[in-house]
């Protein structure tokens, strides 16, 4: 991977712990708050799409709906374990799955045989989830199994836009900034009719959590975008892994700002799960 890719990787990772840690902040937020921050979005954003002159087609347009879908059921499922379980719990299991899930996709379905070091990555991965979590599935609480299943159901839908995305800005050569705009701005249009019907809410939403909404709405499209670029300066296979390095970020803010128990557990957890990411990147 060439420095500059890796660069905006790294920036990547630490806007998307950020915005992570608000949406944490305003956890019980949900549609109300999404629909704030992708508004917030598509305003702030305009003036850098228009000066960016952009070309647009039906091919963009469709492809842009399908991926917006895809970021849509992402969002509401982490907004939702955010809503019931722990940054540094959430945040590693929906990052680190994804890398996971797709192994586990090659060997069920395309009948692929990974070597030593994918499976070995992937057990890493698994490991790194149990450490995070507190242990096996039958120990844990309620509330606990709930924030887990939602942890790994975020990292399926991590898995499929990740996939997708990158082919929208690599083979399909859509411009990066005019894709995660109109990905945005897809899903705020989605979610209208839900704000339309439920004013109350979103005002007191917005009352409780302004600051949230437009710290999400401008560091989640900017840690994409950055991220989109990188797609095109290097393969999926280094950039997807690589931007996981905000499971160490994400960790350590729930552990320094969030003063969430169990700091050193967790961020072991994250480590090795980060650690079977980059085991599986190197197949």
């Known amino acids: 991977m060439s420095p500059t890719a890796l660069a905006l990787v790294v920036a990547a990772a630490f806007c998307h712990a950020g915005w992570n840690l608000a949406a944490k902040r305003a956890g019980n937020g949900g549609p109300a708050l999404l629909w704030l921050a ?54 590693p299991l929906a990052r680190g799955t994804g890398p996971l899930l797709s192994v586990a996709v090659a060997v069920l379905l395309l009948g692929e045989r990974p070597g030593w070091l994918a499976l070995t990555g992937a057990a890493a991965v698994i490991g790194g989830i149990l450490i995070v979590s507190g242990g096996g599935l039958g120990s844990a609480q309620r509330h606990h199994r709930k924030s887990l299943a939602f942890g790994i159901a975020t990292g399926a839908a991590i898995a499929a836009y990740t996939v997708f995305d990158a082919h929208a800005v690599s083979a399909l050569a859509i411009a990066p900034v005019l894709f995660d705009w109109g990905n945005n701005t897809a899903r705020m249009l ?94």
């Open 190 to 283: 989605l979610l209208t009719p839900y704000a339309v019907k439920n004013l109350d809410r979103v005002r007191q939403v917005w009352r409780a959590h302004c600051g949230e909404a437009i710290v999400i709405g401008v560091l989640s499209p900017l840690a994409y975008i950055l991220v989109l670029f990188a797609y095109t300066m290097a393969p999926i296979s280094l950039v997807a892994p690589a931007r996981e390095l905000s499971i160490v970020v994400g960790s350590l803010f729930g552990w320094l700002l969030l003063r969430e128990p169990n700091p050193a557990r967790r961020l072991l957890g994250a480590v090795v799960v980060l650690g079977g990411v980059v085991a599986l990147a190197s197949t």
């Open 38 to 91: 992708t508004l917030a979005t598509s305003v702030l954003y305009l003036p850098v799409v228009l000066l960016s002159r952009p070309r647009v087609t039906w091919l963009v347009v469709g492809v842009t709906v399908v991926s917006a879908v895809l970021h849509l059921g992402y969002f509401l499922l982490l907004q939702r374990g955010y809503a019931i379980g722990d940054l540094s719990v959430v945040y």
